[in-house]
């Protein structure tokens, strides 16, 4: 089993839906997390952390659920810019610290 | 804005060529990060440095070797190419601990090993 999971999509959605995806990890010692957006043949950029009480910027809301073990990404009203391929990151600290990277999902707004 | 300086942004290389590639950031930041991430896949640490003079391996540092002399510079040296090292290279870097966010990545490095 992959430490961290994320549907792969693509998640195809008209303009001005609302799009939720999660993101399992299998490392109870997780300790942070973040998601990430990569738009195609570019760097990641870092779109939020992600805080036990859940956190909100704008239109993204993101949520952690310790006892499942997952995060989640919601968009709301969503933009034909806000097509990207999202990235779940989860660090865990111990005696050597990891970060690990989820393969992303795909996102593709339409008009 | 420099931010994170990859180079170069292509390269194709034959087997067992060795090569470096460089990264530089201007932004002071001691920790950096080397990753690789393969077509569809999620970014995997190759080897990461919390300071000059400290290295550290990541998941993935087999064939590759990096040193840390200085605070802006962090290459990542490729010994003997072998196809299975194809793929997009990025560097990062962030202010605090290991893993702590943001961390600012460069554009990438796209290396293909024939």
């Known amino acids: 089993r992959k430490e961290v999971e994320q549907d792969p999509g693509p998640f195809n959605v008209p303009e001005g839906a609302t799009v939720a995806f999660n993101c399992t990890y299998s490392n109870s010692a997780s300790q942070s997390f973040f998601w990430y957006r990569q738009d195609c043949r570019k760097e990641p950029k870092l779109l939020m952390s992600v805080y036990s009480s859940g956190n909100e910027d704008g239109r993204f809301t993101a949520q952690l659920n310790r006892a499942s073990q997952y995060i989640s990404l919601l968009i709301r009203d969503s933009k034909l810019s806000d097509s990207a391929t999202y990235l779940c990151v989860v660090t865990v600290y111990s005696s050597a610290s990891k970060i690990i990277f989820g393969s992303g999902t795909r996102l593709s707004i339409r008009p | 804005n420099a931010g994170v300086t990859q180079t170069p942004k292509f390269r194709i290389l034959k087997i067992g060529q060795s090569m470096t590639l460089q990264c530089t950031q201007d932004?002071?930041?001691?920790?950096m990060y080397w990753y690789r991430q393969d077509p569809g896949m999620g970014l995997k640490l190759i080897y990461y440095s919390v300071g000059a003079g400290i290295t550290d391996k990541g998941e993935v540092p087999n064939g590759y070797n990096v040193s840390r002399s200085t605070t802006e510079d962090f290459p990542l040296r490729l010994e003997l190419a072998a196809p299975s090292q194809t793929s997009v290279y990025f560097c990062?870097?962030?202010?605090?601990?290991?893993?702590?966010?943001?961390?600012?990545f460069g554009d990438g490095t796209r290396l293909s090993i024939l």
């Open positions: 990062a870097s962030s202010t605090t601990g290991v893993g702590n966010q943001p961390q600012h």
């Open positions: 932004m002071n930041h001691n920790y």
